[in-house]
C-alpha cells in the first residue's frame, strides 16, 4: 500500500453511470433480502446467546457482514475503479483458541468491513429509488403514445389523476424529463458516496501503515529474543557438554600416555567421535541460523533438503513459480522447519505433509500437517511462539489447529514481496 490517497483510475462515463443504475436497481432486491438475513442472524444469535448454538450464530453473523461488504469492495472497484485495496479477513496471526477470538475481534472491529456494509446500506437505499423511478420513466414513455389510442382520458402513472388524452403528451415528455433527471442525480450521488465511503484517506493509509509497520516490528524484536534464546540453550545443553567432554577425555588421555598407550589411544579414538558430533551438532546449529542452499537454489531444493533429513517421513508438495524475497522465503522455510522439527520430537506421529504454493493475490502460503497426538499450543519462548513472531515480522500470518488426539496443522502466509 502506498502513502498516497488512492485515486479513481478513469472517470465515470455514461456506461459506467448506466451500470451503476443497473446494479442498484439489483441491490434494491438483493440488498433488502442480505439485510433480513443479517437481521435475523443478529436477533436469532442474541435470543440464543445463553446456548452455544448462539455464539455460532453470532460467529456466521460476523462472517456474513464480511461477504456482503467483499462482494460491496469488488462491485465498487468493478464499476468504477477506485483502486480500492482488496478487502481481506482479519487475522491475530496467534494460533490456538484464543487466537481465534482475537482473530474474530479484530474481525469485528476491522473499519474497511464496516465501510463496504454501509455503502451497501447506501446501496440499497438508492436501489428503492432507482425502481419505482424507472418503472416512472416506463409509463411515462407509454404515454407518449396515447393519443395514438383515441380520445378515452388515461391515468397519470404512479397518481389517482385523470388526464385528457390530449395532454398525455406533455405528461409523457415531462415525465421522462423528471425521471431522467432523478435516475441521472442517484447514479452521480451514488458515485461520490461510494468514492467517500469506500476509498481510504491519506491519513487512514498512513494509520494502517504505521500499525502494520508496528505489529512486524514487535514480531520482529520477539523472534530475534526465541532465536537468541534457542542458540544459547542448544549451545548450553549440546555443544557445549560435548566439548567439555571432549577436553576431560583428552585429559584422562594425556595422563595415560606414558603408562597406559592403549587405554590413551581409546580415549582419543572417543574425544574424536565425540568431536565430529559436536562438529555435526554446529553445522546442524548453523544450518537453523541461515539456510545456505535456501540462497543458492531456492525453496524448492531447501525443502527437500530438510524434508530428507526429517527423522519422519515427509510428503512434500511445492508448487512455486520464480522467486519471492529472501525476507518471505526465509520466514517460510524456518516456519516449516521448526514444525517438522516439532512434529518429530512431540507429536508422536509417523509421518508428516508439507504443501507449499504461490497465491494469485501475491503470498506465500504452506500448510504443515502431521498424524500426531496433538495438543500443541504455543509456549513463550517455545518453538511455536519463534514460528508465529518470525513470520509477524515478515508481514505474514499463521494459524494453529491441533485439538488434542490430532492431527496437528500450521498454515503460513507471507507476502511475496516482504
Not at 43 to 52: D, E, N
Not at 56 to 63: G, P, Q
Not at 125 to 130: Q, S, T, W
Not at 222 to 250: K, N, W
Request: proline share 5%.
Amino acid at each position: 500500500m502506498t502513502s498516497e490517497p488512492v485515486s479513481p483510475k478513469r472517470r465515470p462515463g455514461l456506461l459506467t453511470h448506466l451500470g451503476a443504475l443497473a446494479q442498484l436497481a439489483a441491490l434494491g432486491l438483493l440488498g433488502a433480502l442480505a439485510f433480513s438475513l443479517l437481521a435475523t442472524l443478529l436477533s436469532v444469535g442474541i435470543s440464543l446467546l445463553i446456548v452455544v448454538v448462539g455464539a455460532a450464530i453470532l460467529v456466521a453473523f460476523l462472517y456474513v457482514l464480511f461477504a456482503l461488504a467483499w462482494v460491496e469492495h469488488e462491485r465498487v472497484e468493478g464499476l468504477y475503479g477506485f483502486g480500492i485495496p482488496r478487502l481481506r479477513p482479519r487475522s491475530s496471526g496467534r494460533p490456538g483458541f484464543g487466537g481465534w477470538l482475537r482473530t474474530l475481534w479484530q474481525q469485528f472491529i476491522d473499519g474497511a468491513m464496516w465501510r463496504g456494509v454501509a455503502s451497501a446500506a447506501v446501496g440499497t437505499v438508492l436501489g428503492f429509488i432507482v425502481l419505482p423511478t424507472i418503472a416512472w420513466l416506463t409509463s411515462s414513455i407509454g404515454l407518449l403514445f396515447a393519443p395514438l389510442r383515441g380520445t378515452e382520458p388515461v391515468r397519470l402513472p404512479g397518481t389517482g389523476l385523470i388526464i385528457d388524452s390530449g395532454w398525455a403528451l406533455a405528461a409523457g415528455v415531462a415525465g421522462i424529463v423528471v425521471s431522467l433527471a432523478i435516475l441521472l442525480g442517484v447514479a452521480l450521488l451514488h458515485a461520490v458516496l461510494t468514492r467517500a465511503i469506500l476509498v481510504p484517506s491519506r491519513e487512514a493509509i498512513l494509520a494502517e501503515q504505521a500499525r502494520a509497520a508496528s505489529t512486524q516490528r514487535a514480531g520482529a524484536v520477539r523472534a530475534s529474543e526465541v532465536e537468541r534464546t534457542r542458540i544459547e540453550r542448544d549451545l548450553h545443553d549440546g555443544v557445549q557438554p560435548r566439548l567439555v567432554s571432549v577436553a576431560m577425555t583428552l585429559g584422562l588421555a594425556q595422563q595415560k600416555i606414558d603408562s597406559d598407550p592403549a587405554a590413551a589411544k581409546a580415549l582419543v579414538d572417543e574425544a574424536h567421535t565425540s568431536t565430529k558430533a559436536a562438529i555435526t551438532e554446529l553445522r546442524q546449529l548453523a544450518r537453523g541460523i541461515h539456510a545456505s542452499v535456501l540462497d543458492d537454489r531456492g525453496l524448492d531444493a531447501a525443502l527437500s533438503a530438510l524434508a530428507a533429513r526429517s527423522p519422519i517421513p515427509v510428503q512434500l508438495d511445492v508448487r512455486v513459480d520464480g522467486r519471492c524475497s529472501a525476507t518471505a522465503e526465509a520466514a517460510l522455510y524456518f516456519a516449516i522447519a521448526e514444525s517438522l522439527t516439532n512434529a518429530a520430537k512431540h507429536s508422536r506421529g509417523s509421518q508428516a505433509r508439507v504443501t507449499v504454493r504461490r497465491r494469485d493475490d501475491g503470498t506465500l502460503w504452506a500448510r504443515v500437517e502431521d498424524n500426531g497426538i496433538g495438543g500443541a499450543h504455543v509456549q513463550p519462548g517455545g518453538g511455536l511462539d519463534g514460528i508465529t513472531n518470525r513470520v509477524l515480522a515478515a508481514g505474514g500470518t499463521a494459524r494453529l489447529e491441533s485439538p488434542t488426539g490430532g492431527p496437528t496443522a500450521l498454515e503460513v502466509s507471507v507476502p511475496c514481496a516482504s
